[in-house]
T-cell receptor, first 112, second 111 residues
């Protein structure tokens, strides 16, 4: 158990809908990273937050957005969903000392 | 462009048969190289961080090494429970800490 929690575990929704994925980092970790894992693309970085502020963006679609709240939990919002958005979405947190990231169990999103 | 390539894509071993996984990388200023283990449907599990050429880290049957262009994950006398996908990732300086992952090596160890 990495100490990072994500909800829900599974999400099935239809094209055009909007969903919210939630992540709680390890206790004391201020940095949260979101990644998408699909069969053809592998693990791809989406976005990073540090103590409530956006720090870095990867290949995140304009339909996707995220935020980090004062209690440090983070949410990833996906809207106007397409079939190709079906994937595993992971969040990871990083301790203040060290560069390694600890991943949560992921949310499996299926868009039908 | 920062890039990570892992080989082989898949590796089948007999229990006790030692082998190595390769991770080749190009990055504009390496901050760190990371190895993760991922079981099907689960999140990646952190194994090692390597920072400079010549560095080695060990954990049970696993040993990771780093050169200026590649890293190896050596598996000594593997057991069936070592079966998983092993992911290599690099972190570049001045890029906020994001990890750039390779496609992984799927390891299967048969009893």
């Amino acid at each position: 158990d990495s100490g990072v929690t994500q909800t829900p575990k599974h999400l099935i929704t239809a094209t055009g809908q909007r969903v919210t994925l939630r992540c709680s980092p390890r206790s004391g970790d201020l940095s949260v990273y979101w990644y998408q894992q699909s069969l053809d693309q592998g693990l791809q970085f989406l976005i990073q937050y540090y103590n409530g502020e956006e720090r870095a963006k990867g290949n995140i679609l304009e339909r996707f957005s995220a935020q980090q709240f004062p209690d440090l939990h983070s949410e990833l919002n996906l809207s106007s969903l397409e079939l190709g958005d079906s994937a595993l979405y992971f969040c990871a947190s990083r301790p203040g000392q060290g560069n390694e990231q600890y991943f949560g169990p992921g949310t499996r999103l299926t868009v039908t | 462009e920062d890039q990570v390539t892992q080989s082989p894509e898949a590796l089948r071993l007999q229990e006790g048969e030692s082998s190595s996984l390769n991770c080749s990388y190009t990055v504009s200023g390496l901050r760190g190289l990371f190895w993760y283990r991922q079981d099907p449907g689960k999140g990646p599990e952190f194994l090692f961080t390597l920072y400079s050429a010549g560095e080695e880290k060990e954990k049970e049957r696993l040993k990771a090494t780093l050169t200026k262009k590649e890293s190896f994950l050596h598996i000594t006398a593997p057991k069936p429970e070592d079966s998983a996908t092993y992911l290599c990732a690099v972190q570049a300086r001045n890029q906020g800490g994001k990890l750039i992952f390779g496609q992984g090596t799927e390891l299967s160890v048969k009893p």
